[in-house]
């Protein structure tokens, strides 16, 4: 196919798919319209690069499964509205939203030809939206070995912000872990699309820490060994849990911290999303105060930053400082892996 026939398919697609979000309240296309848009192009560049049309022809059938299905549930919530709004507007008990200050960054590192970490961070902007559901990030980190995966991170933290937000549960904690589950069965359905299928080490998989700070609380769910920390007087305290063959050696007590920083098996994971049909999330809660900070980052700075180098600079800059000097830092210690940080201070 000549290099004019695909950039005028790659346009028209893209002009069609925006003609398709006008399909959607116009609430939400002010919240997510331009970033799915965004993510869109990529997927399709994607799609195209690995698979040519029949993976375009694939991209099109989720992009019209999922159109249908959230607009059937965004035009279901709009009409419940408009059929009980006084009863709505009285059932809600909104908690009062902290005040935060975040800042996210990606690097490729120094040695590594493609960047698979993905990162996502969402403050709504309609205020109801907020108070009830929170500000979201999420880290992935498409598994080093994998096929395709910076394709795999950039799907799971997409997926999950569509699905996070759609679900009308005031269980925060349960609709981040759908989010994870649903990322989960959409990257695995892709791999079993595949032609042939691949064998499980060339599935597309990834890592994923997801974090909704609402009210005084912090949710966290996590599949991998991407970690969620809270910084509190200077003392990091991780919430999430990795899912790692050395971690949990540490945890059974066979091994010391010291062993584990330099086992030969401290990158092998034995959870992810993706290769499985099904997958266990961990979720976690905790309640955050004013001078807190939250951290959420890839093997690419935990495994190479010390803990107490991480709480130094997070606590001495602000957070756009902060991941730039994280990111730098562990560019400094090798930059063996893709490196992706999020930091957001409560005031």
Not at 165 to 172: G, I, M, R, V
Not at 194 to 199: A, D, H, N
Request: hydrophobic letters at 40%; one cysteine or more; proline letters at 3%.
């Amino acid at each position: 196919m000549s290099a004019s026939s695909t950039n005028h398919d790659r346009s028209f697609s893209c002009r069609l798919y925006g003609l398709l979000l006008r399909c959607y309240p116009a609430q939400f296309r002010r919240m997510y319209a331009r970033e799915m848009a965004r993510t869109f192009r990529d997927s399709y560049r994607e799609a195209m690069q690995w698979q040519g049309r029949s993976g375009v022809l694939r991209l099109w059938g989720v992009v019209l499964y999922d159109l249908g299905v959230s607009l059937f549930i965004e035009y279901r919530s709009a009409f419940k509205a408009l059929l009980h709004p006084i009863e709505e507007r009285q059932s809600k008990n909104y908690m009062s939203v902290t005040n935060i200050v975040f800042a996210q960054r990606t690097d490729i590192g120094l040695q590594r030809k493609l960047n698979e970490d993905s990162v996502i961070s969402i403050q709504p902007e309609d205020q109801k939206v907020m108070e009830s559901k929170g500000i979201l990030f999420v880290v992935a980190d498409g598994m080093g070995g994998h096929s395709r995966g910076e394709v795999a991170s950039q799907l799971a933290v997409t997926i999950i912000r569509d699905v996070y937000y759609q679900q009308e549960s005031d269980d925060l904690e349960a609709s981040l872990q759908l989010a994870l589950e649903q990322a989960n069965t959409r990257l695995y359905n892709e791999n079993m699309a595949m032609s042939p299928k691949p064998e499980p080490d060339q599935m597309m998989a990834t890592t994923c820490v997801a974090a909704v700070v609402q009210g005084d609380t912090v949710y966290v769910a996590n599949v991998g060994d991407s970690r969620a920390y809270i910084v509190r007087d200077r003392q990091p305290h991780q919430i999430s849990l990795d899912h790692s063959v050395v971690a949990q050696q540490l945890r059974d007590g066979l091994i010391t911290k010291e062993q584990a920083k330099d086992h030969p098996d401290r990158n092998k994971i034995y959870r992810c999303l993706g290769e499985k049909d099904v997958v266990e999330v961990d979720t976690f809660s905790a309640k955050v105060q004013a001078g807190d900070l939250l951290l959420l980052c890839t093997d690419g700075l935990s495994e190479l930053v010390p803990e107490e180098e991480v709480v130094t600079i997070v606590q001495q800059y602000e957070p756009q400082e902060s991941v730039q000097r994280l990111i730098e830092r562990a560019n400094e210690m090798g930059g063996k892996d893709n490196i992706t940080a999020v930091v957001a201070r409560v005031a």
